[in-house]
């Protein structure tokens, strides 16, 4: 069986942002399949059947004069990329309750034992903002409650979420890398009652959910509280995550012109993680 072989662009970005995010959706759109944010930038992926040297030439950010964007790339093979992964994921501890772990770790003693394999979609708990929606989720009482998790990535956030007693929960994510990989964890972990959908917030038409999980970006967030606002049960709640502590005023603002009310927020490293309550 043949390993499929992609393409690892490491972009250097200044100012981080919006640029990041921006440049994320324009490499999305021209076929780039997941993306690892990092400190200085982001690395972005893409098979190399699909690739060509020409083809950052859509990639209209990358001529904006008020960034500055730089990149290297090379081959990367399915199989070392799961090597490399393998080498350096340890299992990540939220509380004294939570472990999220790769198949190959020793089972631990806890309540809640994820076990998931990424497989180059993201959402390991190593990233800040998943690991604070993790501790959000570990507050709540999810018993009998329907949950929606947007960006769901590897679907860790769902799966706690039904670990937790959630009884009907939604994942949905755009990247058929990551919708892929949620398939494959929710049924590692045995979560029958978690239904893994591939697109966007257009998915959502009139659902209601208890509570509605979003570990995006900013940009996203802002165009999608509407719909989450619109998609949650009385008293619902919205946990949202993917952006900067100088960011939860304009983020509260759109909230607040939605009915949906601050309650807390998580920091970690200048990332935060909010709840709000409709």
Same mark, same amino acid.
């Given at each position: 069986?043949?390993?499929?072989?992609?393409?690892?662009?490491?972009? +250097?970005?200044?100012?981080?942002?919006?640029?990041?995010?921006?440049?994320?959706?324009?490499?999305?759109?021209?076929? $780039?399949?997941? $993306?690892?944010?990092?400190?200085?930038?982001?690395?972005?992926?893409?098979?190399?059947?699909?690739?060509?040297?020409?083809?950052?030439?859509?990639?209209?950010?990358?001529?904006?004069?008020?960034?500055?964007?730089? %990149?290297?790339?090379?081959?990367?093979?399915?199989?070392?990329?799961?090597?490399?992964?393998?080498?350096?994921?340890?299992?990540?501890?939220?509380?004294?309750?939570?472990?999220?772990?790769?198949? %190959?770790?020793? &089972?631990?003693?806890?309540?809640?034992?994820?076990?998931?394999?990424?497989?180059?979609?993201?959402?390991?708990?190593?990233?800040?903002?998943?690991?604070?929606?993790?501790?959000?989720?570990?507050?709540?009482?999810?018993?009998?409650?329907?949950?929606?998790?947007?960006?769901?990535?590897?679907?860790?956030?769902?799966?706690?979420?039904?670990?937790?007693?959630?009884?009907?929960?939604?994942?949905?994510?755009?990247?058929?890398?990551?919708?892929?990989?949620?398939?494959?964890?929710?049924?590692?972990?045995?979560?029958?009652?978690?239904?893994?959908?591939?697109?966007?917030?257009?998915?959502?038409?009139?659902?209601?959910?208890?509570?509605?999980?979003?570990?995006?970006?900013?940009?996203?967030?802002?165009?999608?509280?509407?719909?989450?606002?619109?998609?949650?049960?009385?008293?619902?709640?919205?946990?949202?995550?993917?952006?900067?502590?100088?960011?939860?005023?304009?983020?509260?603002?759109?909230?607040?012109?939605?009915?949906?009310?601050? +309650? &807390?927020? $998580?920091?970690?490293?200048?990332?935060?993680?909010?709840?709000?309550?409709?």
């Amino acid at each position: 069986m043949t390993n499929t072989v992609y393409i690892e662009y490491a972009f +250097e970005v200044q100012p981080l942002q919006p640029a990041s995010d921006i440049l994320m959706a324009e490499l999305g759109a021209i076929g $780039f399949e997941s $993306f690892v944010e990092e400190p200085q930038g982001i690395l972005a992926y893409i098979q190399q059947k699909d690739w060509s040297e020409q083809m950052l030439k859509e990639v209209e950010i990358l001529r904006n004069t008020n960034f500055s964007i730089t %990149f290297q790339y090379k081959e990367i093979e399915q199989e070392n990329w799961n090597a490399n992964w393998e080498s350096n994921f340890n299992p990540i501890q939220v509380g004294d309750t939570c472990v999220v772990r790769a198949p %190959f770790h020793e &089972k631990p003693n806890v309540p809640f034992d994820i076990v998931i394999e990424p497989k180059m979609s993201f959402g390991t708990g190593h990233h800040e903002t998943t690991y604070m929606m993790l501790e959000h989720i570990l507050e709540l009482d999810c018993e009998g409650k329907s949950v929606l998790d947007m960006g769901c990535g590897t679907g860790v956030l769902a799966i706690l979420s039904a670990m937790k007693g959630a009884t009907n929960v939604d994942a949905i994510d755009i990247d058929p890398w990551c919708f892929e990989n949620s398939l494959e964890n929710v049924a590692r972990n045995n979560c029958n009652q978690i239904q893994v959908k591939q697109g966007d917030a257009d998915l959502l038409g009139n659902n209601k959910y208890d509570v509605i999980i979003a570990n995006i970006n900013r940009n996203i967030l802002l165009a999608d509280i509407p719909s989450y606002a619109n998609c949650l049960s009385p008293k619902g709640l919205l946990l949202l995550s993917g952006f900067y502590k100088e960011d939860i005023a304009i983020v509260s603002e759109k909230c607040g012109s939605a009915a949906l009310k601050f +309650e &807390k927020n $998580f920091e970690k490293n200048n990332w935060v993680a909010v709840k709000y309550v409709l």
